[in-house]
């Protein structure tokens, strides 16, 4: 490998793509044009990344397969920070075979770890944690270690284990310094932050405050009936009741939750539940079958009973009842908790990512688009959403740079 190349490489694994480009911008040798393709995507220009990165693959010989497998990697890195997470997983796993079987285990390591990042994104928890425990982060170098830590940490984070994730999250900030990347460090940071921000908000006998993932751990443990509607779920200690998929009894048991002890009128619970600004007798029809099936999926945990008004929640065991609501109030909240990492979502990726139809996704993208919430760019299948202003920093781009064989 030639001193400007090896000069290149050096200079993108600190994290100065500038300094990279100075010396290979005008190269288009193999080589070049893959260390390009990774200095313009950690510079944010990820379709130029992605053609340069295609490009370098192409040039390699058939002979050069370890170069090659690290241009799909790098191509991998460049599709999931533009949150394409329809980009095919299969050509990451032969890509990862073979820098396996050629001894790089380093880019060996990212790639298991973009496949971890990405299944961990779409909540796929069980399936990150156990292609994560098959490697050992003491064997790794810096930015990968404070990689893999960063992973740990958003496993324990989705899981409500406060305790693990901030522990995991002190060891990627000591991985991070050794490494001395900046972006790194500060995605770090970001991660810190997120740890200790407000993630939701408890309801409960008419008064409000924020949480933070500590205070919904511990809520969680608690005795307390706990309707989630974050994950829209009724539970106690012993028990729990999803009501996913079935969103009228969910909001029923949020209105009765939130009024508790008291009771909520029927002509109230028909507003929550039905949209109606006025209940008639179809309305009024519909709402005993719905408590009837409320009463039935809630058995286990709770009494729904009729009042003289309209209908009251009795827990069966706790002793208090507690609504664990988003942070902020949002008919979508669930498409801006995804579009507040800063990247830029397609549609069909956020609707993998959230377990919904694509054209669910796109109405609310519209109505977020007319609330001044959301602006898109882009058209078609290049269209992609974000937040305006972006928040916070661009998730790091830890893209393999050639350092072994300099």
Request: hydrophobic share 50%; aromatic share 4%.
């Given at each position: 490998?030639?001193?400007?190349?090896?000069?290149?490489?050096?200079a993108?694994?600190?994290?100065?793509?500038?300094?990279?480009?100075?010396?290979?911008?005008?190269?288009?040798?193999?080589p070049?044009?893959?260390l390009?393709?990774?200095?313009?995507?950690?510079?944010?220009?990820?379709?130029?990344?992605?053609?340069?990165?295609?490009?370098?693959?192409?040039?390699?010989g058939?002979?050069?397969?370890v170069?090659?497998?690290r241009?799909?990697?790098?191509?991998?890195?460049?599709?999931?920070?533009?949150?394409?997470?329809?980009?095919?997983?299969?050509?990451?796993?032969?890509?990862?075979?073979?820098l396996?079987?050629h001894?790089?285990?380093?880019?060996?390591?990212h790639?298991l770890?973009?496949?971890?990042?990405?299944?961990?994104?779409?909540?796929?928890?069980?399936?990150?944690?156990?292609?994560?425990?098959?490697?050992?982060?003491?064997r790794?170098?810096?930015?990968?270690?404070?990689?893999?830590?960063?992973?740990?940490?958003?496993?324990?984070m989705?899981?409500?284990?406060?305790?693990?994730?901030?522990?995991?999250?002190?060891?990627?900030?000591?991985?991070?310094?050794?490494?001395?990347?900046?972006?790194?460090?500060?995605?770090?940071?970001?991660?810190?932050q997120?740890?200790?921000?407000?993630?939701?908000?408890?309801?409960a006998?008419g008064?409000?405050?924020?949480?933070?993932l500590?205070?919904?751990?511990?809520?969680?443990?608690?005795?307390?009936?706990?309707?989630?509607?974050?994950?829209?779920a009724?539970?106690?200690?012993?028990a729990?009741?999803?009501?996913?998929?079935?969103?009228?009894?969910?909001?029923?048991?949020?209105a009765?939750?939130?009024?508790?002890?008291?009771?909520?009128?029927?002509?109230?619970?028909?507003?929550?539940?039905?949209?109606?600004?006025?209940?008639?007798?179809?309305?009024?029809?519909?709402?005993?079958?719905?408590?009837?099936?409320?009463?039935?999926?809630?058995?286990?945990?709770?009494?729904?009973?009729?009042?003289k008004?309209?209908?009251?929640?009795?827990?069966?065991?706790?002793?208090?009842?507690?609504?664990?609501?988003?942070?902020?109030?949002?008919?979508?909240?669930?498409?801006?908790?995804?579009?507040?990492?800063?990247?830029?979502?397609?549609?069909?990726?956020?609707?993998?990512?959230?377990?919904?139809?694509?054209?669910?996704v796109?109405?609310?993208?519209?109505?977020?688009a007319?609330?001044?919430?959301?602006?898109?760019?882009?058209?078609?299948?290049?269209?992609?959403?974000?937040?305006?202003?972006?928040?916070?920093?661009?998730?790091?781009?830890?893209?393999p740079?050639?350092?072994?064989?300099?």
């Open positions: 490998m030639d001193s400007l190349i090896t000069a290149a490489a050096r993108l694994a600190m994290g100065d793509p500038l300094g990279a480009l100075n010396r290979i911008a005008l190269r288009d040798d193999a070049a044009l893959a390009r393709g990774i200095a313009m995507a950690q510079l944010g220009d990820l379709d130029r990344a992605r053609m340069l990165v295609r490009k370098a693959a192409r040039a390699f058939p002979k050069e397969a170069a090659r497998a241009c799909v990697l790098a191509e991998a890195e460049i599709a999931f920070v533009s949150r394409d997470l329809g980009w095919p997983a299969k050509t990451l796993d032969a890509a990862r075979a073979t396996e079987q001894g790089d285990r380093a880019n060996a390591a790639a770890h973009l496949e971890v990042r990405r299944l961990l994104l779409m909540g796929h928890l069980d399936a990150a944690e156990s292609l994560l425990a098959t490697l050992a982060p003491a790794l170098p810096p930015a990968l270690r404070a990689a893999h830590e960063l992973v740990t940490a958003g496993i324990a989705r899981r409500l284990r406060t305790r693990p994730a901030r522990t995991a999250l002190a060891r990627a900030r000591r991985a991070a310094d050794a490494a001395r990347i900046p972006g790194l460090i500060a995605e770090v940071e970001r991660a810190t997120i740890l200790n921000a407000p993630a939701a908000r408890l309801v006998q008064k409000e405050r924020l949480l933070s500590a205070d919904v751990e511990a809520l969680q443990a608690s005795p307390a009936l706990v309707v989630d509607a974050c994950r829209y009724v539970r106690d200690p012993r729990t009741v999803s009501l996913a998929r079935r969103p009228v009894l969910f909001a029923l048991a949020q009765l939750a939130e009024a508790w002890p008291g009771d909520v009128s029927r002509d109230a619970l028909v507003a929550r539940a039905f949209g109606a600004k006025r209940a008639d007798e179809s309305h009024r029809a519909r709402l005993r079958v719905e408590i009837g099936r409320l009463r039935a999926v809630l058995r286990p945990l709770a009494h729904v009973s009729a009042t008004d309209g209908f009251t929640l009795t827990p069966r065991r706790a002793t208090e009842i507690a609504v664990l609501a988003r942070p902020v109030a949002e008919k979508h909240g669930g498409v801006l908790a995804f579009l507040a990492d800063g990247e830029s979502w397609s549609s069909s990726a956020l609707a993998l990512a959230l377990g919904a139809s694509q054209r669910k796109q109405r609310a993208l519209d109505d977020l007319a609330a001044g919430k959301v602006q898109s760019f882009g058209r078609g299948r290049a269209q992609r959403w974000t937040t305006p202003p972006v928040p916070g920093f661009a998730t790091t781009l830890l893209l740079a050639p350092l072994a064989d300099a």
